[in-house]
């Protein structure tokens, strides 16, 4: 991980911002999802990608059922 040196404070909702230099670099607009996840002492955030449900593939992408699935899981079902 790059440090930035970039300091935030959580407000008092627990709500932090991220600062527009970071957004313009990452390509997060406005209402865009994001992944968060809990890494043993760390907290990660990402720009969400929708993946297959099944294999985690990110191309080739198709609904059944409100799952995302991916043209070979379903080849192989």
Not at 50 to 64: A, D, G, P, V, W
Request: proline fraction near 3%; aromatic fraction near 6%; charged fraction near 35%.
């Amino acid at each position: 991980m790059k440090a930035t040196g970039i300091v935030r404070r959580l407000d008092s909702l627990g709500r932090i911002v991220l600062p527009a230099e970071l957004r313009r670099i990452m390509s997060i607009r406005t209402k865009d999802p994001i992944e968060i996840f809990a890494d043993s002492d760390s907290i990660v955030i990402q720009k969400y990608k929708e993946k297959c449900y099944i294999c985690s593939n990110e191309e080739n992408l198709n609904t059944f059922k409100k799952k995302r699935i991916c043209k070979n899981c379903i080849d192989g079902l």
